[in-house]
């Protein structure tokens, strides 16, 4: 599973916002899918908005980019 696979997971829901953690599961990865999504973020190829979860860290959530 690699960066195309979460684009088309997106691109499903174009009206969603996902924390990796909900897209790794709806995937059925496993592993971490942090780099693929920092790499997008990085490209612009997906929106993001960066909200706070426990203990104030940063939190990202992903929507496919309009």
């Known amino acids: 599973m690699g960066q195309q696979d979460i684009l088309d997971f997106l691109e499903k829901h ?5 924390r990796s953690t909900e897209i790794a599961k709806a ?4 592993g971490n899918i ?3 999504l920092r790499s997008l ?3 612009e ?3 993001v908005k960066n909200t706070h979860g426990q203990k104030n860290h940063p939190m990202y959530m ?5």
């Open 14 to 18: 174009p009206d969603e916002w996902f």
């Open 27 to 30: 995937l059925g990865i496993t």
């Open 34 to 36: 942090c780099n693929p």
């Open 41 to 43: 973020r990085e490209h």
């Open 45 to 47: 190829d997906v929106q």
């Open 62 to 66: 992903y929507k496919h980019k309009e």
